[in-house]
C-alpha cells in the first residue's frame, strides 16, 4: 500500500506545483493554447499532462488526450505515447508538439445507395477495399479473403471471437499502417480480420472515431479531426 500511496502524492504535488507557477504562464499567451503535450508528474500507470488547454490533467495508461494522442504506458520515470500512429517517450519536463488542426481539413462526402448504406472505394496499407460504413463495428472489420488479397499478416494478431448473425467466429486484431478513404488517410488504426469471406470491409469506429461525421439528407461528409 505503501508505494501506490507515494505515487498518488506524487502526482498531487505535481498539480499543485503547476497551478502555483501557472499564472505567470498563462498571462503571456492567453490567446493560444499550446498543441504541445507537456509532462509534469508521473507514477505508475499516470501521467500529469498539461495539453491543449492549458491546465493540468491526470490521464491514465490507454486514455487518449483531446488533441489526438495516446498514453500507451506510464512509468515514474517516463510516458510513452502514440501520436498520429508514431510512438514518442517523454520524461519529467519533456514536451513534444502535435500538428495543430488544419482550417483545410481533410475530408470526404459519401452518397448512400437505395438501401441507405454509405458504400465507397478506400485503400488498406495501399491497396484497394470496399468499404460500408458501419458505426456498430467497434473497428475495422474484413473477410479473411481480402485480408490474404491484400498481404496481411493477421494470423500474428491477437486471436479472439465475436458473435455474429451467423453464430460466433474466429478473429484476429492486428494494427493498420494506413487506410485512405477519399482525402483522408489515418495511420495506425486497429482491425478485425474474420476467419470467414465478407462481401465488404466494414470501416468501423477505429476510423470513425477520428473524423467528424455529419449527415445530410442521403449525403455523409466525414472531416479528419487527428
Same mark, same amino acid.
Given at each position: 500500500m505503501f508505494p501506490r500511496s507515494r505515487e498518488c502524492k506524487a502526482v498531487v504535488l505535481a498539480l499543485l506545483l503547476w497551478s502555483a507557477c501557472a499564472p505567470g504562464q498563462q498571462q503571456l499567451q492567453p490567446q493560444q493554447p499550446s498543441q504541445d503535450i507537456e509532462i509534469v508528474g508521473l507514477s505508475q500507470g499516470r501521467a500529469v499532462i498539461v495539453g491543449t488547454n492549458g491546465k493540468p490533467k491526470v490521464y491514465r495508461d490507454?486514455?487518449?488526450?483531446?488533441?489526438?494522442? /495516446?498514453? +500507451?504506458?506510464?512509468?515514474?520515470?517516463s510516458a510513452l505515447f502514440e501520436i498520429d500512429g508514431k510512438r514518442h517517450r517523454l520524461t519529467m519536463g519533456n514536451r513534444v508538439s502535435t500538428a495543430a488542426p488544419a482550417s483545410g481539413a481533410a475530408r470526404v462526402t459519401l452518397i448512400a445507395d437505395e438501401r441507405g448504406h454509405f458504400v465507397t472505394l478506400g485503400t488498406i496499407n495501399g491497396a484497394s477495399m470496399r468499404f460500408l460504413v458501419d458505426t456498430g463495428a467497434t473497428m475495422i472489420s474484413m473477410g479473411v479473403g481480402d485480408a490474404r488479397r +491484400? #498481404?496481411?499478416?493477421?494470423? @500474428? #494478431?491477437? /486471436?479472439?471471437?465475436? /458473435?455474429?448473425?451467423?453464430g460466433v467466429a474466429r478473429v484476429y486484431k492486428i494494427r493498420l499502417d494506413t487506410v485512405k478513404v477519399g482525402d483522408i488517410t489515418l495511420n495506425g488504426v486497429d482491425a478485425l480480420v474474420h476467419d470467414a469471406d465478407l462481401p465488404w470491409a466494414l470501416l468501423g469506429m477505429s476510423f470513425l472515431n477520428r473524423v467528424e461525421m @455529419? /449527415?445530410?439528407?442521403?449525403?455523409?461528409t466525414l472531416v479528419k479531426r487527428y
Open positions: 490507454g486514455d487518449t488526450l483531446p488533441n489526438g494522442a /495516446r498514453l +500507451i504506458k506510464a512509468t515514474p520515470e +491484400i #498481404g496481411l499478416d493477421y494470423l @500474428n #494478431g491477437e /486471436r479472439g471471437v465475436t /458473435r455474429t448473425a451467423n @455529419n /449527415r445530410q439528407g442521403d449525403n455523409l
